[in-house]
C-alpha cells in the first residue's frame, strides 16, 4: 500500500527510463481494432471492416488511431514502477489519455520507444502521474506516434514538503484534454452498445490489469464489478467520430486528448456527442442507461474537407 511518505518527487523526477522495444502483427491490428466495437453491429459495415479485412491480404488493413497506445502498454498498463513512487497499484485509475499521430501506423511493426515523465502532481487525497511515450518505428528511425498517459493514484497525495502542492508539468498547457462543451445542439451523435464481455475482449490488447477482469480487485478499487478500460471507451468515442465526421478515414485524425470522469461498466450503453469546431471535433460521452458523462476531449482532424 503506497503512503504520502514513501513518495520522493525529487527521484521520481530524476529516473531516466530506459528505452523500450515492442512488436505488433497485424493479427495485434484487427483484434484492438474489434476490441473497440469495429463491426460490432454490422460484420459488413464499409467503413469497419478495412481494420479487420482486406481483400489483398491482412498487410494492407487499416489501424485505428486509438490503437497506438498498443504500443506503450508494456510500459506500465497496470501501474508504473519508478524510484521515489511507491503507491497501491489497485488503486490507480486512468484519467487522461493524450495521443499525437505523425504517420498513419502501419498493419504491423517493430518499434523502439523513449519514455519520459511529463507531469507529477500532489492533489492531496491522490496523486498524478504522467508518462509520455513517443514510439518510432525501428527500421526507418521515423516517429510515429506520441501518447502522454496521466494515471490518478488514490490515496497517494500528500507528499508535498512545502504549503504549496507539488506540480511539475514538462508539456504546453494547450495539449490539456480538459474542454468546455459547446451549448449548442451536438453536430453529430452516435450511440453504440458495448458487451458484458467487452473488457475480456480489450485486455487481451496488452492491459491485463486485473481491475477489469477480477471481481475481488474490482471491489478492493471500489466497485461493484470489473470496469472497463478507459481507453476501450475512448476507442469507441474516435471510431464514431472518424465514422460520422471523417467519413470513415482514419488518417484524417492528428491528435486526440481525453479526460475520463467515470468509470463504464461493460455492456452499458456509450452515447457519443461530437461538435465541429474549424477542424477541432469536441466530444463527450454519456453512459445512457446512468445518464452520467464518462469521458470528453477533443480529437483534432487534418485535411477536412468543407462539405461537411
Ligand atoms: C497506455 C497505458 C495505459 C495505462 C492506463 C491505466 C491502466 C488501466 O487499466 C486503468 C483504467 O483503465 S481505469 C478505467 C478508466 N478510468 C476511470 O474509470 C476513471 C474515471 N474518473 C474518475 O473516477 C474520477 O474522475 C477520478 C477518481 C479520476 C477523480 O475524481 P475525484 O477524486 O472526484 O477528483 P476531483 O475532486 O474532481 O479532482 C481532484 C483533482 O484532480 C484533477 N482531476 C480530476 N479528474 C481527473 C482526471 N480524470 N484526470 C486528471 N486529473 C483529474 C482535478 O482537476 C482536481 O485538480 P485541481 O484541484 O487542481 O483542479
Request: contains cysteine; hydrophobic residues 35%.
Amino acid at each position: 500500500m503506497g503512503s504520502a511518505s514513501e513518495f520522493d518527487p525529487a527521484l521520481a523526477l530524476s529516473h531516466k527510463f530506459p528505452d523500450t522495444t515492442y512488436s505488433y502483427t497485424e493479427r495485434d491490428a484487427a483484434l484492438c481494432a474489434l476490441s473497440v466495437g469495429v463491426c460490432l453491429s454490422d460484420a459488413v459495415d464499409a467503413d469497419e471492416l478495412k481494420y479487420v479485412y482486406h481483400e489483398n491480404g491482412q498487410e494492407s488493413i487499416k489501424v485505428l488511431p486509438t490503437s497506438s497506445t498498443l504500443l506503450v502498454l508494456r510500459s506500465g498498463a497496470s501501474g508504473y514502477n519508478l524510484p521515489g513512487l511507491k503507491y497501491d497499484p489497485r488503486l490507480l485509475l486512468h484519467g487522461q489519455q493524450y495521443i499525437e499521430l505523425y504517420k498513419p501506423l502501419p498493419s504491423s511493426c517493430h518499434i523502439h520507444n523513449k519514455v519520459s515523465l511529463a507531469g507529477l502532481h500532489d492533489k492531496g487525497k491522490a496523486a498524478i502521474l504522467e508518462i509520455e511515450t513517443k514510439s518510432y518505428e525501428k527500421e526507418s528511425g521515423d516517429l510515429l506516434c506520441m501518447n502522454r498517459t496521466t494515471v490518478f493514484l488514490r490515496g497517494s497525495g500528500g507528499f508535498s514538503k512545502s504549503s504549496k502542492p507539488f506540480s511539475y508539468t514538462n508539456y504546453p498547457v494547450n495539449q490539456n484534454p480538459a474542454v468546455k462543451i459547446p451549448e449548442s445542439k451536438p453536430f453529430s451523435v452516435f450511440e453504440d452498445r458495448t458487451q458484458p464481455s467487452q473488457a475480456l475482449l480489450y485486455r487481451l490488447s496488452g492491459d491485463y490489469n486485473p481491475l477489469h477482469s477480477d471481481p475481488m480487485v474490482a471491489k478492493v478499487a471500489g466497485f461493484s464489478r470489473p470496469i472497463l478500460h478507459g481507453l476501450c471507451t475512448l476507442g469507441f468515442a474516435v471510431r464514431a467520430i472518424i465514422k460520422c465526421i471523417c467519413r470513415g478515414d482514419p488518417d484524417l485524425v492528428k491528435s486526440i486528448a481525453g479526460r475520463f470522469f467515470l468509470h463504464v461498466y461493460p455492456g452499458e450503453t456509450l452515447v457519443t456527442e461530437m461538435w465541429l469546431e474549424g477542424s477541432r471535433v469536441i466530444f463527450r460521452t454519456k453512459v445512457k442507461e446512468r445518464k452520467r458523462t464518462v469521458l470528453s476531449g477533443y480529437v483534432d482532424l487534418r485535411g477536412l474537407t468543407s462539405s461537411l
